[in-house]
C-alpha cells in the first residue's frame, strides 16, 4: 500500500508565495508520473502542473511563469512553487503520482488567496 501527504498550504495575501510538498511512501517499486491538481468551491478538479521521471514537465496555461513543480526521484517527493498567487489560486490541492503504474491521491492542502 501506498501513500501520499501533502503540506505546506495556508492562507496567503495577493501577490504572495507558498511551497507545497508531496511526500510519498510505502511499497514503492516505480513513480512516473507526479503532479498536481486543484478543486476549487463548485468546480471540477483540474490539473496544475505536471512532472515526469525525467523532469518534463506541463502548467496549465493559468500559471505557466509563476507556479514551478520540482520533484526528486531519491526522496519520492514533488513539489510546487507558487509565486504572484491570485484570489482565483485559492482550492484544494491535491497530489497525484502513478506509483506502480497505479493513480494515488493525497488527501489535499487547502490554498487560500485574500486580503
Known amino acids: 500500500q501506498v501513500r501520499l501527504v501533502e503540506s505546506g498550504g495556508g492562507l496567503v495575501q495577493p501577490g504572495g508565495s507558498l511551497r507545497l510538498s508531496c511526500a510519498a511512501s510505502g511499497s514503492i517499486f516505480s513513480i512516473n508520473v507526479m503532479g498536481w491538481y486543484r478543486q476549487a468551491p463548485g468546480n471540477g478538479r483540474e490539473m496544475v502542473a505536471t512532472i515526469t521521471y525525467a523532469g518534463t514537465t506541463r502548467y496549465t496555461d493559468s500559471v505557466k511563469g509563476r507556479f514551478t513543480i520540482s520533484r526528486d526521484n531519491a526522496k519520492n517527493t514533488v513539489s510546487l512553487q507558487m509565486n504572484s498567487l491570485k484570489p482565483e489560486d485559492t482550492a484544494i490541492y491535491y497530489c497525484?503520482?502513478?506509483?506502480?503504474?497505479?493513480?494515488?491521491w493525497g488527501q489535499g492542502t487547502q490554498v487560500t488567496v485574500s486580503s
Open positions: 497525484n503520482a502513478y506509483i506502480n503504474s497505479l493513480s494515488s
